[in-house]
């Protein structure tokens, strides 16, 4: 059954945009004057446009020319036709001028963590701004994962490359991360020398990894080092925030400590082994018809991004 309604329906569509070209046929004949000159107008054969016009008087049963073979005029019924099919041609064109202005125009409803937003993001969105005025952007702040379809957003920023089914997960950025803590806090603690003494610390921890990190060392070789999480939290603000303030051992992304390493607020630990590269992917609802405004928003967020989030502020 629903096949069949299916059917029906790309059969009816079919059948309108079949009428719409016959109009714009039957009107471009009565500008010309002449059904080769309409059909050189129209890059169309003129066996084409002899049949448009056929299908166009069939489908309204009214005779809209009269022909011979030196000739070609408008009937009365032709002349009253023109008048409709010319407005009808003229709200087409009216109802593509405003879908095109819908695409460049609206709202896009982001969301992203914080931490993100701060590091660059934010100059990122007013860049955009600069070259498209005219649209609005609607930012939610979150760690958590939501629910993109439920919640009508358009597009979100997200460590991962898991989603659900019905989404699409693009990869734009690398975030690289280092292991830090106060020197306060080191001075009050033996030397951290081997990750495998991390049970001997105090970790704070994101929410998704309090459990173990995972290092490689000069090898490139990974394992897991189980941890004393003594503070964990889904928003990196917040671990950056018990790290400056000598609460224990932190692992952060190192665009966001790199001003406090230079300036030796934090220091550098466990500096033989690394932490893994956390993907950055751009996440959002896979459909056919994305609005131009977000397919270009997109493409600037793949182009610009990293620069936003590298550069020195």
């Known amino acids: 059954m629903q096949d069949k309604l299916l059917q029906i329906l790309q059969q009816l569509r079919s059948a309108i945009m079949d009428t719409i070209k016959a109009i714009h046929v039957f009107v471009t004949i009565a500008e010309q004057g002449s059904l080769s000159r309409a059909a050189e107008q129209l890059n169309y054969s003129r066996a084409m446009v002899s049949r448009y016009l056929d299908h166009l008087e069939q489908t309204f049963s009214v005779r809209l020319f009269q022909r011979n073979t030196r000739k070609i005029s408008l009937t009365s019924a032709g002349e009253k036709a023109l008048r409709y099919c010319e407005n009808i041609l003229q709200q087409q064109t009216l109802l593509h001028e405003l879908a095109a202005h819908e695409q460049q125009t609206g709202t896009i409803r982001l969301t992203c963590g914080l931490f993100l937003y701060q590091m660059g993001l934010n100059e990122c969105l007013r860049a955009f701004k600069l070259q498209h005025p005219q649209v609005q952007f609607e930012i939610i702040l979150t760690e958590n994962t939501v629910d ?21 997960a693009r990869p734009i950025y690398d975030i690289k991360s280092i292991f830090c803590a106060h020197p306060h806090y080191l001075a009050k603690h033996p030397p951290l020398l081997h990750p495998s003494q991390l049970l001997q610390y105090d970790c704070i921890t994101h929410h998704h990894a309090s459990q173990y990190w995972t290092l490689f060392n000069a090898a490139q070789q990974p394992q897991n080092y189980p941890l004393n999480s003594t503070f964990k939290s889904n928003d990196v603000n917040a671990l950056y925030d018990m790290c400056i303030n000598a609460q224990g051992i932190a692992m952060l992304p190192t665009r966001l400590v790199q001003n406090d390493l230079i300036r030796g607020k934090l220091i550098h630990v466990l500096a033989d082994f690394s932490a893994p590269d956390l993907t950055l992917s751009l996440v959002y609802v896979s459909r056919q018809h994305l609005p131009r405004m977000i397919q270009q928003f997109i493409a600037f967020l793949i182009e610009h991004l990293d620069f936003y989030l590298n550069k020195e502020n």
């Open 148 to 168: 993109l379809i439920e919640s009508q957003i358009d597009l979100a920023l997200r460590i991962t490359q898991k989603v659900a089914d019905g989404l699409i």
